[in-house]
């Protein structure tokens, strides 16, 4: 069986819906038979044990047996740039320590998905961004868009400046942000893919604001076929 190494799951703005298609990789790839390390090294907005918080939500939706702080190594509870929200906490986040804590995730694990912060320049460190870890861990780059009119400025944008920092993009996933069926979305799956040049999945359909590992399992797990992400890992090879 071929084996993935991993993906960074980027995104092209904040409240796109990253967590869930996080989620739903992982659930895909361990039907696959891969054990799957899962990482939010940062998170803004919620504090690191918030059960509403993108790290309890990984935890909760995956039934992952591991604590909080082994998930997520800088939170805070401001709805801010993580940068602006570490400097108001008086913290510093360093690079380092999550780039040794992803690579021992990748010595335990097939598969390990690093889930990142906002889109890919939101300033994390004083001198470095969500796209500078990208690149220091090296994982293809799937990048999660909302699957309504504007996403496709938004999504070739993020795709450019991806491709143009050296980062292989795997992927975007199209994530449906409401219930409303959109004009739009099948022409913007479309658009992305022929003028992106990248491989497009979804539109990924709504949960609902009542999200739970059964609902991502059923729902969205069979859209996300563990093969191909297999395939799209490999081809960054």
């Known amino acids: 069986m071929n084996r993935c190494s991993g993906f960074f799951v980027a995104a ?41 918080g993108d790290t309890m939500l990984l935890r909760r939706w995956l039934e992952l047996d591991v604590t909080p702080e082994s998930l997520n190594m800088a939170a805070f509870g401001k709805p801010l740039a993580p940068l602006v929200a570490a400097r108001l906490a008086g913290e510093e986040i360093t690079l380092g320590p999550i780039v040794e804590r992803s690579q021992q995730l990748s010595k335990q694990y097939d598969a390990v998905l690093v889930e990142g912060a906002g889109g890919l320049l939101v300033p994390v460190g004083e001198t470095w961004t969500i796209a500078d870890l990208a690149i220091a861990l090296g994982y293809p780059l799937v990048i999660v868009a909302r699957a309504a009119l504007g996403t496709v400025n938004h999504t070739l944008l993020t795709v450019r400046v991806a491709r143009s920092l050296g980062l ?23 658009l992305i893919a022929e003028f992106g040049d990248v491989d497009v999945l979804g539109p990924l359909p709504w949960l609902g604001d009542r999200v739970d590992g059964d609902a991502i399992r059923s729902r969205l797990v069979p859209l996300l076929d563990a093969a191909r992400l297999d395939a799209l890992a490999g081809s960054a090879r």
């Open 12 to 52: 092209t703005d904040t409240g796109v819906g990253k967590t869930v298609v996080t989620a739903a990789m992982a659930l895909a790839l361990r039907e696959r038979g891969q054990s799957v390390g899962v990482f939010k090294p940062v998170q803004s907005g919620f504090d690191r044990d918030d059960p509403d």
């Open 168 to 190: 292989h993009v795997a992927a975007v996933v199209l994530n449906a942000s409401s219930g409303a069926d959109e004009a739009s979305n099948a022409s913007n799956h479309e």
